[in-house]
C-alpha cells in the first residue's frame, strides 16, 4: 500500500486543518487506518485510529474533543479534521494502515505514507 498525506500548512491558534491520505495499491477496506505526529525533538505520537468500515474510532488523549478521523473507502482516503488547534498540536503528521484493530501502537501498523508539516503559531 502506498500512502500520501497533504493538507498541512501554517495556522493560528484556534483555527482548523483538515488533512487527507490517499492510499493506492491494495483494496483500501482491508486496512484499519491511523494518524500518527511527531513534534522536533519528541517519540512519534498516536493521534486516532479508524476501523475498516469507519464505524469505530480511537484518539489519543491529548486530542479527543478536537479533531476528528473518517474515511471514504469509494475514495481511498483517509482525513484527520482538526480543530480548536494549538501550538503544542505542531508536528509532522503521518499516515499508515495496519489490520487489526484496535492498533495505537506504531510498530504494529505495516506501512506508512511521508508526514505532512503542520504548523501552529500566531
Known amino acids: 500500500v502506498q500512502l500520501q498525506a497533504s493538507g498541512g500548512g501554517l495556522v493560528q491558534p484556534g483555527g482548523s486543518l483538515r488533512l487527507s491520505c490517499v492510499a493506492s495499491g491494495r483494496p483500501f477496506s482491508n486496512y484499519v487506518m491511523g494518524w500518527f505526529r511527531q513534534a522536533p525533538g519528541k517519540e512519534r505520537e498516536f493521534v486516532a485510529a479508524?476501523?475498516?468500515?469507519?464505524?469505530?474510532?480511537d484518539y489519543g488523549d491529548p486530542v479527543k474533543g478536537r479533531f476528528t478521523i473518517s474515511r471514504d473507502n469509494a475514495k481511498n482516503t483517509v482525513y484527520l479534521q482538526m480543530n480548536s488547534l494549538k501550538p503544542e498540536d505542531t508536528a509532522v503528521y503521518s499516515c499508515?494502515?495496519?489490520?487489526?484493530?484496535?492498533?495505537?501502537?506504531?510498530?504494529?501498523?505495516?506501512?506508512w505514507g511521508q508526514g505532512t508539516q503542520v504548523t501552529v503559531s500566531s
Open positions: 479508524i476501523s475498516w468500515g469507519g464505524g469505530r474510532t
Open positions: 499508515a494502515a495496519g489490520r487489526k484493530w484496535p492498533l495505537r501502537t506504531l510498530y504494529e501498523y505495516d506501512y
